[in-house]
């Protein structure tokens, strides 16, 4: 009988331990984010039903600019870059360097709003309205259901960013930052789809 | 709280057969109450399309039958044998046996394989026209009523579907508003009329098609089958299936209505006027015509309603007769109303006393209706849904029932 | 009620009093307190969802009659089904799985607690919203498919259908949470030598239908995020004059609603599966291939939406394809019933309620289940879609297949929650009169469907000859109200008077028999080793896992706190989409704020107390 509790990985003692081996939060943030995957994936379809189908323009053609969006969207995927780094100098207990890469993490992560707000001045300068065309209504709902979760993203960062300066995020604690790590990339990956999707294929 | 009779008057006397015209409509009726006790059974077939459905039926049928007894008797037999007795041991612990799931698995892939076979094969054969001169209808669902328009025709009506027996008939099928579904289940299996979906300049908007041939004379009774807002209880409709002569009559009765100018102004007896002939002549009708309709022996009655009809109520803004300025396409299409079993799509027995009744109230029988009643105004604080609007039409008694007379002298 | 009976039962057990009185409810994070929460209300909700029933029967019992308006009659059948399929069916199931996966992994409680208990409040919260509609007669009335363009502005231009999207959205959140919980509890916190395949069959089902929870959710909230925009700022999802489609909406609802009808049973199925077992004493025959057979049920569920959508003219390639997935789904449901007769056969049956329940499950779902392969036939469902024919069959098969099973869970699990028996006479009788009441209700709408009655019709023709089976139905139906009654009087009955059960009444196999009825609040005083399916059925293991379980520990485990956080989040989260009805855009974003402070100040309390 002492040998079984021996054996065992989730005695009185240690709570925290689980059968895979990743912690409950990072594998429920997985599971949720495959919900995500579900949720963003069927605003796709429906974009990718209504593309080119739009009574009255203005069209994708006339409206997009390649050129400014491929900016935006690099400046997006650099951000991952910075969070990666973020992550590294938490692990590393580095927290001033850390929290520098979660502001640059914002910081890109607001570029690319800004950037995208003036399109979408620009695109209802031009008549593209939430309720102009079928094709109005799911670019602005799928891009700005996009937008809404890099701004939640954002406010994360700052949150962390506030805690790691209150030294509340040791290197044990690392899954809390990692966590967020997992949603930027996310996020990153849903616009790599709608950029290509919705900008890139005519 | 009261009860209402919703489809039959309390009153019902039987009609007075006064027209030629008038005496299929008789034999119709009485045909009617032979068709059956149950006049919307989907296992009744009358046409090639319900019978493709009918013997797809009665296959699955059977092997859900066999299904069932398998599954119940293995059931029964398990739960007498192995109940337990007093004294008994614990039984032998078998946890599972590779060729009892392999046989179980693949009977009844086997039965799935045999049912899904014929079923894609009636899948394709239901979903073709069933040849190249079948006879066109557009249905057109709208909140409560069916609009039928035969374009080989050019005629109009609703509620009421003729069709020329053992022709093959093809529906087209749309809505202008929400969902319906039509449904005559001796004719065969429904389908949905669905909003028509604006499409781009050179684009043909879809619509969904019913192919069948009824072989059968008859009027059959349906109803709208898909959840469509307040009164979809009340979105009947019957189809009337005739011989190739009464078919092309009743159709030659509707053209010729067109053809006859009857004039706005109050009846003139005898010939017609100059006047009325330029009237005439602008509704792009001839003389001719004009002068043989405003012969016919109209009831004095009648003759009331129709000027209520035309110009006090001004029914014509919604409503069309054919051959008078009422001209409207928003509401059922009223020509040759009296040759009509049924009014309100299908829910009530055309009696005069019924018409009056739907003049007078129709929300009585058709909450949410699209017509306002003598007491009451129709618009969208009160219909909801409705781009219509209308004032109550302010008739008395007496004047309902001078326009139900004209409505029903129309044949 | 019951707090009073765990206190009672807990006084034998020695050292912590487990805390009483309101507030220690609604800040409870203890996953059997969440799950007996969710019983109670999803059991209310099927007394109003009954109610609405019956008033629907009673306009039914004579062709065109008008006991009260048409308008009424559509809300009552709209919120009949939203009622029973979202605040009834579902988290009745949720309330299973909150008590019983946890004891039958070995586990102390669930994942994440507090989500946990903000998945319940949302639920309850999100129900009474739905249901604030019947307060100015302006209950949801579309149905409880609620297709376009019926629920547009144009069509619903009340608040009805307001409610309805506001309010499922809102329980959408409880259902995806309650996924994300259990498949993290489930794959992460297994007692060891638990391995997958030696978990009991519930908890196996219940990881499948968390899988169909998280992947189907997200697409009906995305479809009432759109009907929700078309409605309140204007966009054109489904308006056919801008060239929206009103068939999209049926696309993605029912790309969810069939996952959905999955997730209604899947549960029923996990339940009967240990339960057969226990009453045969003999193992659940084909473990594996009842497994691997729901795995598939769960796989290809999300291959077969359109067979709901033969009649809309998707055309005859696309009938065809999904003609054939949903046939193929009927052989592993075919399968599974098979294996659940041949765990029966050779073994010896005592017919406590809770199987009886199984029973009548095995006899009626087959019912259920093949005027499904009916309707699995495009051809034959364009006679049978949309009329009472249909309405028997989902009945049979929610009714007489999930909620059975929910039934048989009730009687064979009651004694683990609250230390005492279900009274059986009582029980039998509630079991009978279901039957009865059920079948009388059901079984003659197969005829009015099949002699051409629609569904959702306020009334009917007196020609149609369908009198008599509405009126069998009528009576069938106030019968078996009577049952639900018999099965309140019996819950409330034996909670105070039952008589006492122990640790495993039922000389059950899994591992939620081996700890005290009602458990500890911490469940396992430490966690035992599992080396088989059935750990209290074989020798030597049982002796191992009871001498562990059955231990009095001198130092309680530590276990969360409670917290308020959730609930106030599920008030902000309802609070916050209730003013999406305002349609004012800074009202909204008002709205949110309270979301976004309970959220971060539940972020930042601790989960455990200080040092843990």
């Given at each position: 009988m002492a040998q079984a509790v021996a054996a065992s990985a989730h005695d009185a003692h240690d709570p925290h331990a689980t059968n895979t081996g990743v912690s409950n939060f990072k594998l429920g943030f997985w599971v949720f984010l495959a919900s995500e995957c579900l949720f963003f994936g069927t605003l796709i379809s429906t974009y990718m039903v209504y593309k080119g189908s739009a009574l009255e323009g203005p069209y994708p053609a006339e409206l997009f600019d390649i050129i400014k969006t491929t900016i935006s969207t690099t400046v997006l995927l650099f951000s991952s870059l910075a969070m990666v780094l973020a992550l590294h100098y938490v692990h590393e207990a580095r927290k001033n360097l850390a929290i520098l890469w979660l502001f640059a993490v914002i910081a890109m992560g607001g570029t690319f709003l800004v950037m995208e707000y003036f399109s979408y001045i620009k695109y209802i300068g031009y008549g593209l309205t939430i309720g102009s065309s079928t094709f109005g209504s799911s670019y602005f709902v799928l891009t700005g259901t996009h937008k809404a979760h890099v701004a939640v993203g954002m406010i994360w960062m700052a949150i962390l960013a506030w805690r790691l300066h209150k030294g509340k995020i040791p290197p044990s604690k690392s899954d809390q930052v990692e966590v967020a790590g997992l949603y930027w990339h996310f996020v990153d990956i849903i616009w790599i789809v709608i950029f290509t999707l919705v900008y890139l294929i005519p | 709280m009261r009860v209402f009779p919703i489809w039959k008057s309390t009153v019902t006397p039987r009609l007075r057969a006064s027209a030629v015209r008038f005496l299929p409509v008789l034999f119709l009726a009485l045909l009617a109450g032979c068709a059956?006790?149950?006049?919307?059974?989907?296992?009744?077939?009358?046409t090639d399309f319900a019978d493709i459905i009918h013997s797809l039926y009665v296959s699955v049928f059977w092997w859900t039958m066999l299904i069932l007894a398998v599954v119940w008797v293995a059931l029964t037999v398990t739960l007498l044998r192995f109940r337990a007795k007093p004294g008994d041991g614990k039984p032998k612990q078998i946890r599972g046996h590779m060729g009892l799931e392999i046989g179980w698995t693949v009977g009844p892939a086997l039965i799935v394989v045999a049912i899904a076979i014929p079923t894609i094969q009636a899948v394709f054969a239901t979903q073709r026209p069933i040849s190249e001169d079948a006879m066109v209808v557009d249905v057109t669902g709208h909140r409560f009523w069916w609009e039928f328009h035969y374009p080989e025709q050019g005629v109009t009506t609703a509620n009421e579907l003729w069709l020329p027996v053992d022709r093959a008939i093809t529906l087209r099928l749309s809505s202008t508003d929400v969902i319906h579904s039509f449904w005559v289940p001796m004719l065969g299996g429904k389908r949905d009329l669905n909003p028509t979906v604006t499409v781009r300049e050179g684009e043909e908007p879809k619509v969904n098609y019913l192919y069948f041939t009824p072989r059968e004379t008859g009027l059959y009774m349906g109803q709208c089958a898909e959840f469509c807002g307040e009164s979809h209880a009340f979105m009947a409709m019957r189809v009337n299936v005739v011989s190739d002569a009464e078919f092309d009559a009743w159709t030659a009765g509707w053209l010729e209505s067109r053809g006859a100018a009857i004039p706005a102004a109050p009846a003139i007896e005898g010939g017609a006027t100059e006047e009325a002939g330029q009237e005439a002549e602008e509704a792009g009708v001839t003389l001719q015509a004009a002068a043989s309709m405003s012969a016919v022996d109209l009831d004095p009655l009648a003759v009331q309603g129709r000027d209520i009809f035309l110009n006090q109520a001004t029914c014509g803004a919604c409503h069309a007769v054919q051959g008078t300025a009422a001209q409207g396409r928003l509401a059922p299409d009223l020509t040759q109303f009296g040759l009509r079993t049924s009014l309100a799509s299908g829910i009530m027995e055309n009696t005069p006393e019924n018409v009056a009744a739907w003049i007078i109230d129709p929300w009585r029988f058709k909450?949410?209706?699209?017509m306002p009643g003598t007491q009451y105004a129709m618009d969208s604080r009160i219909v909801s849904g409705t781009p219509f609007a209308w004032p109550a039409t302010g008739l008395d008694d007496e004047q309902v029932r001078a326009v139900a007379a004209y409505l029903l002298s129309l044949k | 009620m019951s707090t009073a009976t765990i206190e009672q039962a807990h006084a034998g057990h020695g050292a912590h009093t487990e805390p009483t009185g309101l507030w220690s409810w609604i800040t409870t994070v203890d996953h059997k307190r969440i799950a007996i929460m969710y019983f109670l209300a999803a059991t209310f909700f099927f007394f109003v969802g009954g109610v609405e029933a019956l008033l629907i029967r009673i306009q039914l019992w004579n062709p065109e009659q008008a006991i009260f308006s048409a308008e009424l009659y559509n809300q009552l059948f709209t919120m009949h089904g939203t009622t029973m399929v979202f605040l009834v069916a579902m988290p009745m199931a949720v309330a299973f799985f909150n008590y019983v996966v946890p004891l039958q992994i070995g586990a102390r409680d669930v994942a994440f607690p507090r989500l946990n208990a903000l998945s319940f409040w949302i639920f309850l919260f999100g129900g009474i919203y739905i249901n604030l509609g019947w307060f100015i007669g302006a209950?949801?009335?579309?149905?409880?498919?609620?297709?376009?363009t019926l629920t547009s502005t144009a069509y619903s231009p009340g608040l009805n259908t307001d409610f309805w999207f506001i309010g499922l959205s809102i329980i959408g959140i409880a259902s995806i949470a309650g996924g994300v919980n259990f498949i993290t509890t489930i794959v992460n916190m297994r007692a060891p030598g638990m391995k997958m395949m030696r978990m009991p069959l519930f908890t196996w089902m219940t990881f499948v239908t968390s899988f169909l929870l998280i992947t189907a959710i997200p697409v009906i909230a995305v479809a009432l995020i759109f009907l929700g925009f078309d409605r309140t700022f204007g966009t054109v999802f489904f308006d056919p004059s801008m060239g929206g489609d009103p068939v999209l909406w049926q696309h993605l609802f029912w790309i969810f609603g069939h996952p959905e009808v999955y997730i209604l049973i899947l549960p029923s199925f996990g339940v009967i599966s240990d339960i057969i077992p226990t009453f045969s004493k003999k193992p659940l025959f084909g473990y594996p291939i009842v497994v691997y057979a729901g795995i598939l049920i769960g796989f290809i569920g999300w291959g077969v939406w359109s067979h709901h959508m033969f009649t809309t003219g998707l055309g005859p390639i696309a009938d065809s394809f999904f003609v054939a997935a949903t046939m193929i789904i009927a052989i592993p449901t075919g399968v599974k019933i098979f294996n659940w007769i041949a765990t029966m056969w050779g073994g010896t049956i005592r017919f406590t309620t809770a199987m009886l329940f199984c029973i009548g499950l095995l006899a009626v779902f087959t019912v259920g289940g093949l005027s499904g392969i009916m309707h699995a036939a495009a051809p034959i469902t364009l006679q049978q879609h949309d009329s009472y024919f249909v309405v028997a069959h989902f009945h049979y098969v929610i009714v007489g297949g999930a909620m059975m099973g929910l039934w048989a869970g009730l009687y064979y699990w009651f004694p683990k929650v609250t230390g005492r028996l279900l009274n059986e006479t009582l029980g039998k009788w509630h079991f009978w009169t279901t039957m009865v009441g059920f079948n009388l209700t059901f079984f003659p709408m197969h005829f009015s469907g099949l002699y051409g009655m629609p569904r959702r019709i306020y009334t009917y023709s007196a020609d149609l000859n369908v009198d008599l089976f509405n009126q069998l139905a009528t009576i069938g139906a106030f019968i078996f109200g009577i049952s639900a009654l018999i099965m309140v009087w019996n819950l409330w009955h034996s909670a105070r008077k039952g008589d006492t059960a122990g640790a495993n009444p039922w000389e059950a196999a899994t591992l939620e028999w081996s700890i005290p009825s009602p458990p500890h609040h911490y469940n396992f005083p430490e966690l035992p080793v599992i080396r088989s399916r059935e750990p209290l059925w074989n020798d030597g293991e049982r002796e191992e896992v009871l001498a562990v379980t059955m231990l009095e520990p001198e130092t309680e485990p530590v276990m969360p706190v409670p917290s308020y956080w959730p609930i106030l989040l599920a008030l902000s989260i309802t609070v916050a989409w209730g003013l999406v009805m305002t349609g004012i855009w800074w009202v909204i974003v008002l709205g949110i704020l309270p979301v976004f402070f309970c959220t971060l100040m539940w972020a930042f309390e601790p989960a455990f107390p200080e040092g843990h």
């Amino acid at each position: 009988m002492a040998q079984a509790v021996a054996a065992s990985a989730h005695d009185a003692h240690d709570p925290h331990a689980t059968n895979t081996g990743v912690s409950n939060f990072k594998l429920g943030f997985w599971v949720f984010l495959a919900s995500e995957c579900l949720f963003f994936g069927t605003l796709i379809s429906t974009y990718m039903v209504y593309k080119g189908s739009a009574l009255e323009g203005p069209y994708p053609a006339e409206l997009f600019d390649i050129i400014k969006t491929t900016i935006s969207t690099t400046v997006l995927l650099f951000s991952s870059l910075a969070m990666v780094l973020a992550l590294h100098y938490v692990h590393e207990a580095r927290k001033n360097l850390a929290i520098l890469w979660l502001f640059a993490v914002i910081a890109m992560g607001g570029t690319f709003l800004v950037m995208e707000y003036f399109s979408y001045i620009k695109y209802i300068g031009y008549g593209l309205t939430i309720g102009s065309s079928t094709f109005g209504s799911s670019y602005f709902v799928l891009t700005g259901t996009h937008k809404a979760h890099v701004a939640v993203g954002m406010i994360w960062m700052a949150i962390l960013a506030w805690r790691l300066h209150k030294g509340k995020i040791p290197p044990s604690k690392s899954d809390q930052v990692e966590v967020a790590g997992l949603y930027w990339h996310f996020v990153d990956i849903i616009w790599i789809v709608i950029f290509t999707l919705v900008y890139l294929i005519p | 709280m009261r009860v209402f009779p919703i489809w039959k008057s309390t009153v019902t006397p039987r009609l007075r057969a006064s027209a030629v015209r008038f005496l299929p409509v008789l034999f119709l009726a009485l045909l009617a109450g032979c068709a059956g006790e149950f006049p919307q059974s989907t296992i009744d077939p009358r046409t090639d399309f319900a019978d493709i459905i009918h013997s797809l039926y009665v296959s699955v049928f059977w092997w859900t039958m066999l299904i069932l007894a398998v599954v119940w008797v293995a059931l029964t037999v398990t739960l007498l044998r192995f109940r337990a007795k007093p004294g008994d041991g614990k039984p032998k612990q078998i946890r599972g046996h590779m060729g009892l799931e392999i046989g179980w698995t693949v009977g009844p892939a086997l039965i799935v394989v045999a049912i899904a076979i014929p079923t894609i094969q009636a899948v394709f054969a239901t979903q073709r026209p069933i040849s190249e001169d079948a006879m066109v209808v557009d249905v057109t669902g709208h909140r409560f009523w069916w609009e039928f328009h035969y374009p080989e025709q050019g005629v109009t009506t609703a509620n009421e579907l003729w069709l020329p027996v053992d022709r093959a008939i093809t529906l087209r099928l749309s809505s202008t508003d929400v969902i319906h579904s039509f449904w005559v289940p001796m004719l065969g299996g429904k389908r949905d009329l669905n909003p028509t979906v604006t499409v781009r300049e050179g684009e043909e908007p879809k619509v969904n098609y019913l192919y069948f041939t009824p072989r059968e004379t008859g009027l059959y009774m349906g109803q709208c089958a898909e959840f469509c807002g307040e009164s979809h209880a009340f979105m009947a409709m019957r189809v009337n299936v005739v011989s190739d002569a009464e078919f092309d009559a009743w159709t030659a009765g509707w053209l010729e209505s067109r053809g006859a100018a009857i004039p706005a102004a109050p009846a003139i007896e005898g010939g017609a006027t100059e006047e009325a002939g330029q009237e005439a002549e602008e509704a792009g009708v001839t003389l001719q015509a004009a002068a043989s309709m405003s012969a016919v022996d109209l009831d004095p009655l009648a003759v009331q309603g129709r000027d209520i009809f035309l110009n006090q109520a001004t029914c014509g803004a919604c409503h069309a007769v054919q051959g008078t300025a009422a001209q409207g396409r928003l509401a059922p299409d009223l020509t040759q109303f009296g040759l009509r079993t049924s009014l309100a799509s299908g829910i009530m027995e055309n009696t005069p006393e019924n018409v009056a009744a739907w003049i007078i109230d129709p929300w009585r029988f058709k909450p949410g209706a699209n017509m306002p009643g003598t007491q009451y105004a129709m618009d969208s604080r009160i219909v909801s849904g409705t781009p219509f609007a209308w004032p109550a039409t302010g008739l008395d008694d007496e004047q309902v029932r001078a326009v139900a007379a004209y409505l029903l002298s129309l044949k | 009620m019951s707090t009073a009976t765990i206190e009672q039962a807990h006084a034998g057990h020695g050292a912590h009093t487990e805390p009483t009185g309101l507030w220690s409810w609604i800040t409870t994070v203890d996953h059997k307190r969440i799950a007996i929460m969710y019983f109670l209300a999803a059991t209310f909700f099927f007394f109003v969802g009954g109610v609405e029933a019956l008033l629907i029967r009673i306009q039914l019992w004579n062709p065109e009659q008008a006991i009260f308006s048409a308008e009424l009659y559509n809300q009552l059948f709209t919120m009949h089904g939203t009622t029973m399929v979202f605040l009834v069916a579902m988290p009745m199931a949720v309330a299973f799985f909150n008590y019983v996966v946890p004891l039958q992994i070995g586990a102390r409680d669930v994942a994440f607690p507090r989500l946990n208990a903000l998945s319940f409040w949302i639920f309850l919260f999100g129900g009474i919203y739905i249901n604030l509609g019947w307060f100015i007669g302006a209950a949801p009335h579309a149905s409880w498919v609620g297709y376009a363009t019926l629920t547009s502005t144009a069509y619903s231009p009340g608040l009805n259908t307001d409610f309805w999207f506001i309010g499922l959205s809102i329980i959408g959140i409880a259902s995806i949470a309650g996924g994300v919980n259990f498949i993290t509890t489930i794959v992460n916190m297994r007692a060891p030598g638990m391995k997958m395949m030696r978990m009991p069959l519930f908890t196996w089902m219940t990881f499948v239908t968390s899988f169909l929870l998280i992947t189907a959710i997200p697409v009906i909230a995305v479809a009432l995020i759109f009907l929700g925009f078309d409605r309140t700022f204007g966009t054109v999802f489904f308006d056919p004059s801008m060239g929206g489609d009103p068939v999209l909406w049926q696309h993605l609802f029912w790309i969810f609603g069939h996952p959905e009808v999955y997730i209604l049973i899947l549960p029923s199925f996990g339940v009967i599966s240990d339960i057969i077992p226990t009453f045969s004493k003999k193992p659940l025959f084909g473990y594996p291939i009842v497994v691997y057979a729901g795995i598939l049920i769960g796989f290809i569920g999300w291959g077969v939406w359109s067979h709901h959508m033969f009649t809309t003219g998707l055309g005859p390639i696309a009938d065809s394809f999904f003609v054939a997935a949903t046939m193929i789904i009927a052989i592993p449901t075919g399968v599974k019933i098979f294996n659940w007769i041949a765990t029966m056969w050779g073994g010896t049956i005592r017919f406590t309620t809770a199987m009886l329940f199984c029973i009548g499950l095995l006899a009626v779902f087959t019912v259920g289940g093949l005027s499904g392969i009916m309707h699995a036939a495009a051809p034959i469902t364009l006679q049978q879609h949309d009329s009472y024919f249909v309405v028997a069959h989902f009945h049979y098969v929610i009714v007489g297949g999930a909620m059975m099973g929910l039934w048989a869970g009730l009687y064979y699990w009651f004694p683990k929650v609250t230390g005492r028996l279900l009274n059986e006479t009582l029980g039998k009788w509630h079991f009978w009169t279901t039957m009865v009441g059920f079948n009388l209700t059901f079984f003659p709408m197969h005829f009015s469907g099949l002699y051409g009655m629609p569904r959702r019709i306020y009334t009917y023709s007196a020609d149609l000859n369908v009198d008599l089976f509405n009126q069998l139905a009528t009576i069938g139906a106030f019968i078996f109200g009577i049952s639900a009654l018999i099965m309140v009087w019996n819950l409330w009955h034996s909670a105070r008077k039952g008589d006492t059960a122990g640790a495993n009444p039922w000389e059950a196999a899994t591992l939620e028999w081996s700890i005290p009825s009602p458990p500890h609040h911490y469940n396992f005083p430490e966690l035992p080793v599992i080396r088989s399916r059935e750990p209290l059925w074989n020798d030597g293991e049982r002796e191992e896992v009871l001498a562990v379980t059955m231990l009095e520990p001198e130092t309680e485990p530590v276990m969360p706190v409670p917290s308020y956080w959730p609930i106030l989040l599920a008030l902000s989260i309802t609070v916050a989409w209730g003013l999406v009805m305002t349609g004012i855009w800074w009202v909204i974003v008002l709205g949110i704020l309270p979301v976004f402070f309970c959220t971060l100040m539940w972020a930042f309390e601790p989960a455990f107390p200080e040092g843990h």
